[in-house]
């Protein structure tokens, strides 16, 4: 079975452009997460959706960042404009219901400099 | 809002030997407690989990030890390999409502190495 697919695996882009992650997550799951994960903060929830609506989205760090998830098989994570900061390892991960397990994708290393 | 405290931050062991990884969490409510593993160039996969109405789960060389009372619960590697080198995350609920429909609340990490 294929498991969560992000895209790309690797970015690395002059600050100020826009960036944007893709994720796909497994067929037949309802919550979609996206995470980000660095050595100073660790593995962070930035957002997640239900059925394709976010539901919390109190851990994304600024306007500047923003997702969508237009359909069940398809969820975008933005940054525009970008900053050094944002430089970290972007996760996305999926769950079968609401007591499941979350799934992992293999992340996206984005690099802004 | 949910804390999860994880310690050590890194564990050198032998082969054979047995790796212990402990977090503490803070909010009252609870239904799941996982463990996470990522190897390098991964993302974190499930490797064990445990609700809170028992104290003990052992699945092959892993067993998670949870004290309600201490708020506490351990990740324990019998027999330590090379492969199982990488990085170990525990988690908690971050819901007030300790229901896992919500979010989860990751460790900082513990990175684990294995010496042949």
């Known amino acids: 079975d294929a498991g969560v697919i992000q895209s790309p695996r690797h970015e690395v882009t002059e600050m100020g452009q826009e960036v944007t992650l893709r994720c796909k997550p497994i067929?037949?799951?309802?919550?979609l997460f996206w995470y980000r994960q660095t050595m100073m903060r660790g593995l962070e929830l930035l957002i997640y959706?239900?059925?394709?609506?976010?539901?919390?989205d109190s851990g994304m760090p600024e306007d500047r960042f923003s997702a969508k998830m237009p359909n069940a098989s398809f969820s975008t994570l933005k940054i525009q404009p970008s900053e050094p900061r944002d430089s970290a390892v972007y996760f996305c991960?999926?769950?079968?219901?609401?007591?499941?397990?979350?799934?992992f994708g293999d992340g996206t290393r984005l690099s802004i400099l | 809002q949910q804390q999860v405290k994880q310690s050590p931050q890194s564990l050198i062991v032998q082969k054979g030997g047995i790796s212990i990884i402990n977090c503490a969490y803070e909010?009252?409510?609870?239904?799941?407690f996982p463990w996470y593993q990522q190897f390098p160039g991964k993302g974190p996969a499930l490797l064990i989990a445990?609700?809170?109405?028992?104290s003990e789960k052992k699945e092959g060389r892993f067993t998670i030890s949870f004290n309600k009372s201490a708020k506490q619960f351990s990740l324990h590697i019998m027999d330590s390999q090379p492969g199982d080198s990488a990085t170990y995350f525990c988690?908690?609920?971050?819901?007030?409502?300790?229901?896992?429909?919500?979010?989860?609340?990751f460790g900082q990490g513990t990175i684990l190495t294995v010496h042949p």
């Open positions: 991960a999926s769950r079968g219901g609401p007591r499941g397990t979350q799934h």
């Open positions: 067929s037949g799951h309802d919550y």
């Open positions: 959706f239900n059925n394709n609506v976010p539901i919390d």
């Open positions: 909010n009252t409510a609870f239904d799941y």
């Open positions: 445990i609700r809170p109405d028992v």
């Open positions: 988690a908690a609920p971050t819901n007030a409502g300790g229901t896992s429909y919500g979010k989860l609340t």
